[in-house]
C-alpha cells in the first residue's frame, strides 16, 4: 500500500565528532515511520533520543555537517533528491512546522501582522486580502481581537498567544502536513490544554496530518492517533496510542509510564528506570536499553533487537512474547480512581 | 499544633514600571506556614508569583511588604549586608530550575560543595573532605565526580549537585524552585525519589514551587494555589487536588494529560480572586 502522505525509509542521521577527524557519530539509526494523509503520529523520546533530528530530515532541515542516508518521500517525491526550487516549494506550500520556543522562530523587530501576512503575499495574495485570511485564522486559533494584535510586536504577546499565532502562520498556507516539535512544552498545562485542542480542530477541519514531538508519551498518546517511542536514535515500539497506554511491548515504553507522578496516586518510591537516557553512538553492542533494562538476558547484550511487528503494532524486544502481561502500566501501579 | 518553622506573612512585592509602563503586582498579600520537616507546595502557572515568592523567601527579591521569619525570628530579607545574607543562607537554600546556570562552571564539585560547608557551623574545616564525600554519596553521586566540573555532568547529575550545595549548609528549610522540570522523565522519577529520601533522612523541610500538580502530588502533604499573585486555596494536598473547591484548581486538574484525556478550549472567565 502506498497511501502514506509521508514515508521514512532506513533513515539514520550522523554528525561530525568534532576535531580534525573525518569520524562520525550517528544520532538516529535505521528509523521508519508512515504518516497517512490526516493522520497523527506523536514520536516520543528523551534527550537524545533523535526525535527532533527525525522531523527535521523530513524538510531536510540539517545543520551544516550533518549527513543523512535513507529515504524520505513526501506524498511520492523523494525529499532527499528534490531540486532546491521543489524543496522550497514543499517548505512553503506543504509542510509547515512549529517549534517549542515560538520567540525563537519569529523576527522580534517586525510586527506580528507583517510576519503573518509574509508567506501569503509571497505567493501573490494581495495584502487585503492576506490581512483577511489571516484575521480569520486568528479568530480559529482563539485569538478574538486579531487587528490590535496584529499590530504588535512579538515581545508584547505571552508565550501562549504567541504559539497560536505560529499555528496560525503554519496553517495559512493550507499545509498538508505539520511538524510540531514540543509545541507546548514550554506552556502552562491550560495553555498546552488548549493548544491542543485547537490543533485538533485545525487537523479535523483540513484533513491535516501531523507529526508530534514530545517528551510527554501520556500527551503523544492522548493526542495522536499512532504513537512511536524512540530511544538513543532508534524505534523501540509503535502502536495505536490507546493500546500503547493499556500494553505498552517494550520495557522503556512501560517505564517511561509508570516513573511519571500521578495525579491519583502517592508511591512510596516512584519506579525508576536507572542511568541516564544516551544517544545512538554511545550505545554498545546489543539492545541500546539493555544497561537500563530490568527484563535483560544475555542475548539483550550481543544482539540489536529488530523493530518487528507484534501485537498490532511492532517493538524492538528479544523479549517482547514473554513479556505480554507482565509490563506495569500506569493502571496496575496505581488502579486508577477519580 | 506543630511548631511553624518558616512563617511568611503578608507579603508583596511590585515591580516597577519603567518608561510610561505601568507596575506590575507580582505578589499581592500571600502569607503561609511551613512546620519542620513539612514538604509545601505551592503551585500556579507562570505569573501567578510562584517563583518570585521563593525569590524573596530566600533573599533574592526584596519585598515590597510583609515578612518571613525562620523559628520565629524575622529574617531581614531586603538586606544585603554580608552577615544578614549569610545568616539566611544558613537557614534557608534554594535549588533553582536550570542545573545548566545555577552552578559555577569554573569550580569543580568538590569545591562548590567545600563553599557552601564553609557556612555549616557544625561542619569543621578539616572535615569538609570527609563531608563532601557523605553528601556526593546521599545524592547518588560518585566520589569520581568531585573533582568534575559541572560541564562534565549531565542535567540529572548537575541538580543532584545543587541539592546537594543545598543540604551542605544544613539548613532549616530547602527552597525548590521547579527542580525537576527541566529533568528527562526518567531521571525526574529518580530525582524525586532522592528528595523525598533526603527529608525522611535529615529532616529538612521543603518549599517546593511547581506547575506540575501530579509532581506535586507525589512531593508535598499541603499545598498552597497560587494565582495573579494571590493564594486562592490551601490544604492538604489530598484535598486541594482530588477535590478542589476553586475553579482555578479544577481547571489546572483537568488540563494534565492522562489516559482518556481530552484536551480543552475554555475561554470562560473564572469569577472572582
Redesign the interface.
Known sequence: MNESLLQVSDLTITVPEGGYGEARRAVVTGVNLKVGAGEALGLVG??GSGKSMTARAVMRLFAPGVAATGYVEFDGVDVFAMSDEALRHMRAHRVAMIFQDPRAHINPVRTVGAFLIEGLCASGVSVADAERRVLSLLAEV?ISDGTRRMAQLPHELS?GLLQRVMIASAVSMDPDLLLADEPTTAL???????????L??LRAERGLAMLFIT?????A???CDVTVVMYAGAIVEQQLS?KL??QPHHPYSS??MV??????V??Q??????G??IAAFEAGSGCAFAP?CTYVLPICRDHVPALSSFGGGSVACHRAADLVGVLPT??TIGG?HD | MTESLLSVCDLHKVFRGRRGHEDVVAVDGVSFELSAGESLAIVG??GSGKTTVARMIVGLERPTGGTVSVRGVKLDVGSTRARDRRERARRVQMVFQDPYSSLDRLQSVEQILSDALSLNPSVASSKRSDEVRRLLSSVGLQERHSQARPGAL???QRQRVAIARALAVGPDVVVLDEAVAAL???????V??LL?ELRETTGTAYLFIS?????V???SERCVVMRRGRVVEEGTTEVV??HPSHEYTR?????????????????EVIEGS
Open positions: 528523551e534527550s482563539g508565550g502552562d498545562v491550560t495553555t498546552q490544554s488548549e493548544v491542543m485542542a485547537i485538533a480542530e517528551h510527554d508519551l501520556e500527551l498518546a492522548a493526542t490507546p497506554l493499556t517505564g517511561l516513573s511519571r507522578p500521578d495525579l491519583d502517592v508511591q518510591r516512584l519506579p525508576v528506570i536507572e541516564q537516557p537500563r500506569t493502571t486508577s | 502557572e507562570s549531565s542535567g540529572g528527562d522523565v526518567s531521571i525526574q522519577a529518580q524525586l525519589n523525598k506547575h506540575d500538580l501530579a509532581v502530588n507525589q512531593v487536588l482530588h481547571r489546572l486538574r483537568d488540563a494534565v494529560p492522562r489516559a482518556g484525556w481530552r484536551p480543552q478550549r475554555s475561554y
